[in-house]
């Protein structure tokens, strides 16, 4: 037979009879053997299509699309066709007078295909445009039943859900791991209706009204005439705009601290940033502020290692989601809400709940769990999911309202209106990944890319000519009605109140809240912004914002600029520290970290399968290091090797074990590297490189099997806190698992502020 044809049919038996994957196991249970990471598939001619992710399917009694009708809108049949289904025979020459004469207009299906194609992309996100998505079951816990009447969060209902992550200012193409906001969009599809918590990572916004974000997003943008720097804060406009708005300190300075490069979506908390208004059965209400807390612990990266992956491996965030996601090592978050009395003033221990500018520190305010989300199944198709998801902070359910945040106000017109450019008119609610999983009976009607049949002839209410249908709930059937707030008597007016005035004590509380290294990390990234800012003006205006901060911090940042350190322009308020802000002092679950395993398979090869093994056997993720591709004999069964000295880098490993003395690869930079090859005469440079970085970043290495000897011609100190040196491999790896409770090796960083 025609080889091709051959490979085509073997495909297709190799879909047929692939195994369950983890992902049809129960969703909330990480499946702590990670078999898809373990193992890189090897190519052998054609690929076969590559299975659906299938995951629980969305459960919907009431017509949410299911993935086969979506498919079966363009994808029956095994042949190729027209976009009418007419059958193709040839679909790789243009229709022509002759082998090499003119191409023909009256070829429709060269004209059909390349016209689709010229139209393929939809304007991205004017915000938010980069992101990653999966989807997941949210389970209520019941315990916030006494002060919301929300179905979906009581006792044990689930919830089918749609979670996006993303960064704020760059391009769709930019990379992941840039100093940025994040944001953590929810959209629960609930029996009531949709339910959209569309937050952020940080739980303060950078301006107290909407009608400024024009404004700060066209300062954080690219400059307009040469459109650089892109996905960066690290330029004039942003700082320009932050430091004339004293309003921002509080959120920029979250920016700058470690969580504006998170280690992971997985590792992030997410916050509902406006206090909402939730009211219960008896009409009751009460005010709150949403967040999200993710098992594995809150985690970043140090920005060395950020702007390696924003070169070697661009998609580093979206990446980490999608893999854990299909190893099974499903990612969660607790959702929590700080509730406060609903009094006339709307404020807590005198913070202004109305300002979004201001927390509510956690040991004042606790936060109490009230269900818990997960993520099991990666989305099939990017552009049908991810990028046409639509997100709005008006999507609310009976017992869930809004506040009179200008912000939040803001916000509700915007979201609506961007949509309908971004998706191209009114109609994209039908869109599958939109769609309400609660029957929908709305008198809207036709507008561009219009797909429901509607019936009848009265799409107007009251009518008599269908029935009168629909129908309309009354409150007692669960009806979403806005709460009765009373409104004091006012005049209009273009003003902020009073309260929104303080704009550096919650930046005070913040930077007191953190530990020396979090504290030197930030102010590097001040000096870093700063120093790459040409306006003098703008430098000075920063330190001025730093001194209205904290004197330790404006100084170390003014030595780095070669500038004066300037007086605060007020006094310094105590601010009592929340040490719920730091991101160090307490342990976390290990689940799906990646430790790299260096080797060459001729040291110890029985110690390092079982090491591999226990790594997997905790729910970590094993990557072997060799000098080169394909596999290492290692005396038994053959050990794939999954990274190569040339492949690694540190940013991708969470630990690294060093078996033996491993040789270098063939193809080691050549003995040009003079430095190299003086300081360590048989070290591969790029292994030194890996393990020089690792150190630096904080993480712990171990090693066996005569593994000092490869720690020292690195120059790595083998009495160093977070390296671990032993006899086997296994007692090593018992210590390494430890220190990454931790996340990092803290005590390696300079602890001078
Ligand atoms: Fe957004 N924001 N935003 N924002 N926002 C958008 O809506 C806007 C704000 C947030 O994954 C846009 O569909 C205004 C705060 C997320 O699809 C747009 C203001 C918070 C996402 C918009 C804010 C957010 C967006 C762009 C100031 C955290 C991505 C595309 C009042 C609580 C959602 C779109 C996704 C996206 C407007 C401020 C979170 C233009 C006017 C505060 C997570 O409508």
Known sequence: GHPLKEAVKKAKDAVTDEPAGPQDGIPGKPNSQSPSLAEPTEPQGPLPPKADQSGPRPTSPT????????????????WLTTAQGDRLYETDHSLKAGPR???????HHLREKITHFDHERIPE??????????????????TAANVTKAAFLAEGVETSVFVRFSTVLGSRGSADTVRDTRGFATKFYTTEGTFDLVGNNIPVFFIQDAIKFPDIIHAGKPHPDREIPQAQSAHDTFWDFVTLHSEATHHTLWNMSDRGIPRSYRMMEGFGVHTFRLENAAGETTLVKFHWKPRLGVHSLVWEEAQIAGGVDPDFHRRDLADAIEAGAYPEWELGIQAFPDTPEQTFEGIDLLDPTKIVPEELAPVQPIGVLTLNRNPSNYFAETEQVAFH??????????????LLQGRLFSYLDTQISRLGGPNFSQLPINRPHAPVNDMLRDGMHQSAVHRGV??????????????????????DIEVPVALPAARKVREAPASFDDHFSQARLFWLSMSPPEREHIANAYSFELGKCYEQAVKERGLQALANIDSELCAQVATALGLPAPEPTQP?????????LSQIGATWPVDGRIIGIVTDGTHDAEGM?????????????ALVIGPAGGKLDAGGEPVTVQRTFATARSIEFDALLVVGTPAAGADALPARDAKAKTAAADLDPRLRLLLDEAFRHGKAIGGWAGAERVLDAAGLPTDAPGVVVGDSGTTVLEQVQNLLTQHRVWERFDTSL
């Not at 902070?393 to 200008?406: A, E, F, Q, S």
């Not at 799409?459 to 669960?478: E, K, Q, R, T, V």
């Open 393 to 406: 902070v008006g999507h609310l359910v009976p017992g869930i309202d809004v506040t009179d945040d200008p």
């Open 458 to 479: 009265a799409p107007y209410h009251p009518n008599s000519l269908d029935g009168g249908c629909p129908f309309m709930a009354g409150a007692d059937s669960g009806a």
């Open 125 to 142: 996100r004017v915000v938010h445009a980069r992101g990653a998505a999966a989807h997941g079951v949210f389970r209520g816990y019941g």
């Open 101 to 107: 004469g003119p191409v023909l207009l009256q070829d």
């Open 609 to 621: 399968r079982a090491v591999r093994q226990a790594v997997l056997d905790a729910g970590m993720v």
């Open 572 to 580: 310094l308020r105590d601010a009592t520290p929340s040490p719920a």
């Open 63 to 78: 017509g949410a699309p299911s993935r086969d009708d979506q498919a079966a809108v363009a994808q029956q049949g095994e």
